[in-house]
């Protein structure tokens, strides 16, 4: 009897888990390995959304460092430090005059700043500190290579060329051809406010978001994001200048390249990029927008004395 009692006690032991028990540990299992999941997926996730921000941030230096050492060369060597031949004085008072075109086109002077506007800089100076001196252009193009660009994101592009190469004598604002650039990419701000601190004017950003908004209308909500200048001149009161100016129209050389005794002149340029990440395989996969940074330089025009 006890023997009988025995083996139905271990036949009910051994009768294992029922299949409602089974199913519930295993939903509870798909719960706790979905979070998990969930967790590692969102942690690549950002982790790819700011690897993409320290991209821009990497590119974007690198391009604003290389403009304010170039900017620190702009005017030099100077008239002053040579002799120019057929000149009444060294350094005219006003470049755009015929009378000193002589100095202006001497091959081995740097004038110092050519043209500047809000989307277009234009100097010349030993930037390589070479001996040779070289027109230097930092120009904001759209998608067609149009300056000021209609539509963006835009590309910052540098270029660099010898002063009157090729033998042919040319005035500084007349230097090319221009066929070689580095360029920034992505940049999506362009504004050209009438030479006061408004902002205003930003091209349209090409393109949707993944829920369909305008590029323009989501990322205008960035305060001043597609609408703020790229460059921006400030005299030594840090006061805006009004743009643009260019050394071919008359009067302008004392805004340019002025004397110690102007007080409404260009002694500093600030570089302003707002980068959008691309469209590709910079977007977002958690928000499913382009991660945005914005950096700024400015640079101190130690030549033009």
């Given at each position: 009897?006890?023997?009988?009692?025995?083996?139905?006690?271990?036949?009910?032991?051994?009768?294992?888990?029922?299949?409602?028990?089974?199913?519930?540990?295993?939903?509870i299992l798909a719960v706790v390995l979905g979070a998990v999941f969930e967790g590692i997926n969102t942690v690549i996730q950002r982790s790819q959304s700011e690897q993409v921000k320290v991209d821009l941030t990497q590119s974007g230096r690198e391009f604003i460092d290389e403009f304010e050492r170039d900017l620190h060369q702009a005017g030099y060597p100077s008239c002053k430090m040579v002799a120019t031949a057929g000149a009444a004085t060294n350094c005219p008072p006003d470049y755009s005059v015929p009378a000193a075109s002589s100095v202006a086109t001497n091959s081995a002077v740097a004038v110092g700043l050519v043209h500047v506007d809000n989307t277009l800089v234009v100097f010349e100076g030993d930037v390589d500190g070479d001996g040779v001196v070289d027109s230097v252009e930092y120009k904001l193009v759209d998608s067609n290579g149009n300056n000021p660009p209609a539509n963006c994101p835009c590309t910052l592009q540098r270029n660099q060329i010898p002063k009157n190469q090729n033998n042919i004598v040319l005035p500084p604002w007349a230097q090319g051809p221009r066929n070689f650039y580095q360029e920034l990419q992505n940049v999506v701000n362009s504004g050209q406010p009438a030479g006061t601190a408004a902002y205003g004017g930003g091209a349209p950003i090409s393109g949707s978001t993944s829920w369909g908004a305008t590029n323009t209308a989501y990322y205008a909500a960035i305060s001043t994001f597609k609408d703020y200048p790229v460059f921006q001149a400030y005299d030594q009161s840090g006061n805006?200048?009004?743009?643009?100016?260019?050394?071919?129209?008359?009067?302008?050389?004392?805004?340019?390249?002025?004397?110690?005794?102007?007080?409404?002149?260009?002694?500093?340029?600030?570089?302003?990029?707002?980068?959008?990440?691309?469209?590709?395989?910079?977007?977002?996969?958690?928000?499913?927008v382009r991660p945005v940074t914005t950096l700024v330089g400015t640079a101190r025009l130690v030549n033009n004395n």
């Open positions: 009897m006890n023997t009988k009692i025995l083996r139905q006690k271990s036949a009910r032991l051994q009768a294992g888990f029922t299949l409602l028990e089974l199913m519930i540990v295993c939903a805006i200048i009004a743009l643009p100016a260019d050394l071919q129209v008359g009067g302008n050389t004392q805004t340019l390249n002025c004397g110690l005794a102007n007080t409404g002149c260009i002694k500093s340029i600030r570089l302003t990029i707002n980068l959008l990440a691309n469209a590709t395989t910079g977007t977002d996969l958690k928000t499913g």
